[in-house]
């Protein structure tokens, strides 16, 4: 036990009232609802462009059949790896000082992420009405999904995600509604939160069931941590292409999506901590290890790229040495490649330092590299693989339209909205887990 | 009243419906369903009537498949020596020029709309010049020499006319004769610019003399001198790129027997032919006619055209007449200077098929009756006799160009049916309704004149600066077809560019002037000039430009318009300069790399290697190990075999496979971005010395298709016969099928794609369903074709006889075959037959046969 997890020694009633607060404090709000807010209304109207035009208003052609849309997706879900990683996977590993302050905040972004994801499986299809026959339910007409493709498995690798994510999110929060409740300035406010609590009383009976069911549904989530990446990656390690065909991703996905998800966290709650000044129960510790673990996974990125590089010359195909040794690094869009090793490999080097990682400024600066890099990584995978494939008569370059930026930025402000509002509305610090590592650590 | 038995609700039905006839400016026409249906016409079942389509006076035999009276596909008519068969791109792209909506509808004044009757009454033949397209019809010369005889004077124009080689004959014989070349038996072909491969009755006689036969066969020998790079080229065993002045000098040189290629041709003897191009001066043509004197497969006969050669295929320079009447063409596009003749008359008068640049020029505009819609008659190259008979009724109030000129004489109205039955006897001993019925008369071809070449000493002019070659589009050809959408999205053979014109010219040309593909340059000779993109065409002849005509239409057709420049205006120019501006456009070039990059994609070999032995691809053939369970087999086994010896690059295939199979024209911008729906592509790679081979590219209908594992919804999945199918009604369309298809071949209804305009509707295949948007498409190996003939051989209790795919039937060269794995189990075992990207394991059931060339062993590479 190096660092403390929480600074000072605050009571029950003083943690109460400052992670409380934070549901009816007012502050000024409006400004940054009123920007995700036009950002999320832009979002709408592209989507419903999309549907109501075709899914030509992307810059999808023949050979990129697949571009942001999917670029999205992936990013956006590994975002939301950290989330669960954080909750579940050091919950079931008795981390609980290390993750407490953050899980409810970590939960949220993965929640929202997912939401943000699930949209593109759905938009990319050409006909978005008929999404549920990716679904195994029980057709009149007998058909049933294809199990051999990867997309069914997707589709419910996805779902389940987002499930889970809600029960477990939902869950965790609800002594905490409780104590919203019971600190509620108004009466109709009482009332809201009260039926949302569920009528929790806190008695020792219900902490007894409560904690069995929490820890229940961290050992479910704690598989999905895996999975659901795993089965993103075979999308393409599923496929023939040269670049997508190997064997590597879904250990080189999942820890890209934890690498993601924490860079993420990293962007969202160093200003959170600060606008709400929370920096005695988001402490140096909490930064120092989101650092570590960034740094694991981005050596393990590394460690994938070169595999990469390696195998295509291993392998003696011409078409993945074009792809891996000519076309991404020195191609049309080379100087993604570039980027992305920038971000995700080498700048990251700078976490070797105690006191990079202990810096809220430089985390966050790191932060936004890495969430840009990653992005670039899928950039790299799905759009340079499919302009580059087997005859260099299907060739053709890949561009982007208004439609797809607008989806891409429309998403950054609807996450941001949902976030917004989960600040606003529910107490996003664990108060009820606090205080109890609070004992956990007096004691 | 009991006799009349007329109730009183009988006499108001009655009176009502009289009142209702006598309100209506035009007699009243029952429509009625069949009550007792016509043995003839089935519904469903397609009926097959033979015609010809026009193009400069040549007719081109096609047999029209029509349902229900719709006329929907044409085939090349084997019995007919144009097409044999095949058809190029452009008869396949027919359908949709009957059912352009922007055809001229309906006779205008000054752009009002009038009356046939009103145009008739203005027509004054006391002092008047009609200008037609060259003709061939017996009908239409017949009513010429009426015409002159009444004091009206008759003229031909067509801008890309055979002339040049009449003129030049007749330096060599004395007298105007046409040259027909018969490329089957010739053992050595030289081409100097001639559009062999685009000519399907060429194409045809090439391909089957050079079609490799189980390695042991004589393949002829092609050379090609040429200026930009043409589908003849793409065949050619030896070509040389060569500035247009320098055409003249080879042909000299092959005429004094200098250098291995005149080498060649001597041993050949009889069976060596020089071909020279239709756009190649007189005097080149007089040079090969000399060459030509020994060989066997060039005949001579009395010019097919009426009166080619002569001054009556001039346009009328004076105004001395009071009424002009254009039938037919485009002379004011072609030549511009015409606009000023016909604004100095009384009354002229455009019978066209478009609202075009003479329709603006004329007084009266009114439609003309497109080929498939009249009754006439016409020649093929060669002379052979063929009725022309119409498959549906005037679509708008078009009249035949007999009609117009019988309208001109005055004529009582005749019809024009017993018109043609009538003079049929004189022309032909071929009863008419068999000639109808076979489209063709037999032994009609006309014969040889034997004549003895003289020595004639040629001179030609030397050129200087950045030679001009003006050539007809080989889909636009002269701007008559610049309407049609599918030939507007069918990307030139060579230079891959669609729904766009551009100077072609070559890569040290274009270097030399700093242009890059797609800047905009400056071409001018004298006061003329013009501005077109540039596009780079490895293989072009350096220090020269090609600029195809058809396009910077001014007309008001809204597909034609507004594309690109006229090349007419440059037209007499044999020299231009070239000025880069600094603007630039992009262009819808639909093949991004124009490499191979060393990957194993086209291949061949030649003659040599492949009888030597030296040349087999059997690692590139055969059985592949998979982890893909065997799929069950029952039924015929299809499969494909294209031929790339033969292949040329024409695109006729890639027509015919959207006539049949209903895919749609997407326009520019969507071209630009890689949509482009056609289910069969002519793939094209160029390698370091600027040599061009092409490869078709449909769907290889996989026996271990990538597509199918990765559907998420078992929406592509293979049929017991060994198709790969598409249900188009399950497909949610997250294109995964087409990420992980090697070939690239699926295409995805980005938007609502198919047409909504309700004339373009009645041109499509019933057979076919039209996609809807959101799914994925791809080739079937013509699935309803091979439907109706399984439930054709069942129905008559025979042995199935595999039918042809759309792609295969019009294919000029015969380079598709089509069948079970048994009937190609002979080809498919060839030396150099091979799947392509054999290392993917998808084991493809269309396979290539390699591209072997047969070159000179005294010519180093």
Not at chain 1, 203 to 212: G, L, P
Not at chain 2, 144 to 149: D, H, I, Y
Not at chain 2, 480 to 485: D, F, G, I, M, Q
Not at chain 2, 712 to 733: I, Q
């Amino acid at each position: 036990m190096s660092d403390p997890v929480i600074i000072g020694n605050p009571t029950d009633a003083a943690l109460s009232d400052q992670l409380l607060s934070t549901t009816w404090v007012k502050r000024n709000w409006k400004l940054a609802f009123a920007i995700t807010g036009i950002g999320t209304v832009m979002l709408f109207s592209m989507v419903t462009l999309t549907v109501m035009r075709g899914i030509g208003m992307w810059g999808n052609n023949i050979p990129t059949a697949w571009g942001f849309g999917i670029i999205n997706f992936v990013w956006w879900i590994g975002i939301g790896h950290a989330g669960t990683f954080i909750s579940a996977i050091l919950l079931v590993l008795e981390q609980q000082h290390v993750r407490t302050s953050i899980n409810r905040f970590t939960e949220g972004m993965t929640l929202f992420a997912v939401v943000q994801a699930g949209m593109f499986p759905l938009l990319h299809l050409g006909r978005p009405w008929y999404a549920y026959w990716l679904f195994p339910y029980p057709s009149v007409m007998g058909v049933w999904p294809q199990v051999r493709s990867a997309l069914p498995w997707d589709a419910a690798a996805v779902s389940t995600y987002l499930l889970v994510s809600i029960m477990f999110w939902y869950l965790g929060l609800i002594p905490d509604l409780a104590g919203v409740r019971d600190r509620a300035p108004t009466k109709l406010r009482r009332r809201i939160y009260g039926i949302f609590a569920l009528g929790w009383s806190g008695s020792m009976q219900q902490w007894r069931h409560y904690k069995i069911a929490y820890l229940t549904l961290a050992g479910l989530a704690t598989p999905l941590v895996v999975s659901v990446h795993s089965i993103v990656s075979l999308d393409f390690a599923e496929a023939g292409l040269p670049g997508w065909h190997s064997t590597i991703f879904p250990p080189f996905f999942v820890a890209g999506a934890i690498f993601s998800g924490f860079a993420l966290v990293v962007t969202l709650i160093v200003p959170a901590r600060r606008v709400f000044n929370l920096y005695n129960v988001i402490t140096p510790r909490h930064l120092d290890m989101i650092g570590k673990l960034l740094l694991v996974t981005s050596s393990i990125l590394a460690y994938s790229y070169i595999c990469e590089l390696f195998l295509a010359w291993w392998s003696g195909d011409r078409f993945e040495m074009f792809e891996q040794l000519r076309e991404r690094p020195f191609g049309f869009y080379a100087i993604g490649f570039w980027i992305m090793i920038t971000c995700n490999c080498l700048i990251t080097q700078l976490l070797w330092s105690r006191r990079v990682r202990r810096s809220a400024t430089a985390l966050f600066v790191l932060a936004i590299f890495i969430n840009i890099g990653m992005w670039l990584e899928r950039f790299e995978i799905i759009v340079v693989s499919l302009t580059r494939d087997f005859l260099p008569s299907s060739w053709h370059q890949y561009a982007p339209t208004y439609v797809d930026l607008g989806i891409l930025l429309g998403t950054f402000c609807f996450f941001g909205l949902l976030f917004l509002a989960f600040l606003r509305l529910v107490p996003f610090v664990p108060v009820a887990e606090l205080k109890e590592l609070e004992r956990e650590v007096a004691g | 009243m009991s006799s009349l038995k007329l109730s009183r609700r009988s006499l108001f039905k009655l009176a009502g419906a009289a009142s209702l006839t006598a309100c209506s400016s035009r007699p009243a026409r029952a429509i009625l369903p069949y009550v007792k249906q016509p043995p003839e016409v089935i519904p469903g079942v397609p009926r097959y009537y033979a015609t010809a389509l026009v193009e400069d006076g040549f007719a081109t035999g096609v047999i029209v498949e029509t349902h229900e009276g719709r006329p929907t596909k044409l085939e090349g008519n084997p019995d007919h020596p144009a097409s044999a068969g095949g058809t190029r791109a452009i008869e396949q792209a027919a359908i949709l020029g009957l059912y352009d909506p922007d055809r001229l509808a309906e006779p205008t004044d000054r752009g009002a709309p009038t009356t046939w009757h009103a145009i008739d009454r203005a027509l004054d033949p006391k002092s008047m010049h009609v200008v037609l397209e060259p003709t061939t019809s017996p009908l239409v010369i017949a009513l010429v020499g009426r015409l002159r005889a009444a004091g009206v004077a008759v003229s031909f124009y067509a801008p890309f006319e055979r002339r040049e080689s009449i003129v030049g004959n007749s330096t060599v014989h004395n007298r105007l004769l046409q040259t027909q070349v018969d490329l089957a038996t010739a053992d050595v072909i030289i081409s100097l610019d001639a559009e062999l491969a685009n000519d399907p009755r060429h194409a045809r006689a090439l391909a089957g003399h050079r079609r490799v036969v189980d390695g042991s066969s004589a393949m002829s020998r092609l050379y090609v001198y040429e200026t930009g790079y043409s589908t003849t080229g793409v065949v050619a065993d030896h070509r040389w790129a060569v500035r247009p002045s320098q055409l003249a000098d080879v042909a000299r040189q092959l005429l004094r027997g200098e250098g291995p290629v005149a080498r060649d041709l001597r041993r050949a003897g009889s069976r060596g032919v020089v071909v020279a191009g239709e756009r190649q001066s007189a005097e080149v043509h007089a040079l090969v006619a000399q060459i030509n004197a020994a060989s066997a497969c060039v005949k001579y006969i009395e010019p097919v055209v009426f009166e080619a050669g002569t001054a009556s295929h001039e346009l009328p320079r004076g105004t001395d007449v009071r009424t002009v009447v254009v039938v037919g063409g485009n002379p004011v596009y072609a030549s511009p200077a015409f606009a000023d003749a016909l604004a100095n008359v009384d009354a002229a008068v455009y019978v066209g098929l478009y609202a075009n640049e003479t329709a603006a020029s004329c007084r009266f505009a009114a439609p003309l009756a497109h080929d498939l819609e009249r009754w006439d008659a016409a020649r093929a190259a060669d002379g052979t006799l063929g009725p022309i008979q119409p498959l549906i009724e005037p679509i708008f109030e078009g009249r035949s160009v007999a009609q117009v000129l019988h309208a001109i004489l005055r004529d009582r109205p005749i019809d024009p049916r017993d018109e043609l039955a009538a003079a049929w006897p004189a022309w032909s001993a071929m009863p008419f309704d068999d000639a109808l019925a076979r489209g063709a008369v037999g032994d009609s071809a006309a014969p040889r004149v034997d004549v003895a070449p003289r020595a004639a000493e040629v001179t030609s002019p030397a050129s200087t600066g950045i030679e001009l070659a003006v050539r007809p589009h080989p889909f636009v050809h002269d701007g008559r077809y610049a309407n049609n959408p599918w030939l507007q999205e069918l990307a030139e053979p060579i230079s891959k560019l669609a729904w766009d014109h551009a100077a072609q010219l070559s890569p040290a040309t274009a270097a030399l002037f700093g242009i890059a593909t797609g800047d905009i340059i400056e071409l001018a000779s004298g006061e003329h000039g013009i501005d077109v993109p540039a596009i780079v065409v490895p293989g072009h002849a350096d220090a020269a430009i090609t600029l195809h005509a058809g396009y910077g239409r001014g007309g008001a057709e809204t597909i034609a318009r507004g594309i690109g420049a006229n090349a007419f205006v440059l037209a007499g120019a044999t020299a231009v300069t070239v000025a880069r501006t600094d603007r630039s456009a992009t262009l819808a070039v639909t093949m991004e790399s124009p490499s191979e990059h060393g990957r194993p994609v086209a291949l061949g070999g030649t003659l040599a290697q492949l009888t030597s032995g030296a040349l087999d691809l059997a690692a590139y053939r055969g059985e592949q190990p998979t982890q893909l369970g065997k799929l069950p087999r029952s039924g015929p086994q299809w499969a494909m075999q294209i031929d790339l010896t033969t292949c040329t690059g024409c695109s006729a295939c890639v027509m015919a496979c959207a006539a049949e199979n209903n895919t749609p024209a997407i326009g520019k911008r969507h071209v630009i971005e890689g949509r482009d729906m056609h289910w069969i592509r002519i793939d094209r790679y160029v390698d370091e010395s600027g040599t061009t081979v092409v490869e078709p590219m449909t769907c290889q209908h996989c026996e271990d298709a990538p597509c199918e594992y990765v559907c998420p919804v078992g929406a592509t999945t293979h049929s017991p016969e060994g198709l790969n199918e598409m249900a188009y009604n399950r497909c949610v369309g997250t294109r995964f099928c087409s990420n992980n298809c090697p070939y690239k071949v699926r295409r995805f209804n980005w938007f609502d794609f198919k047409t909504h305009e309700p004339l373009r509707v009645l041109g499509k295949n019933p057979n076919v369903t039209v996609r809807d948007r959101g799914v994925m498409e791809k080739c079937t190996y013509c699935v309803q074709r091979l439907r109706r003939a399984e439930i054709d051989a069942a129905v008559e209790h025979r042995p199935l006889v595999s039918p042809q795919t759309a792609c295969q039937q019009a294919c000029p060269s015969g380079a598709i075959a089509f069948g079970t794995l048994a009937e190609l189990a002979e080809l498919r075992a060839r030396p150099h037959s091979y799947a392509e990207l054999h290392d993917q394991g998808t084991r493809p059931r269309t396979q290539y046969l390699a591209r072997i060339r047969n070159p000179n062993p005294e010519i180093a590479e």
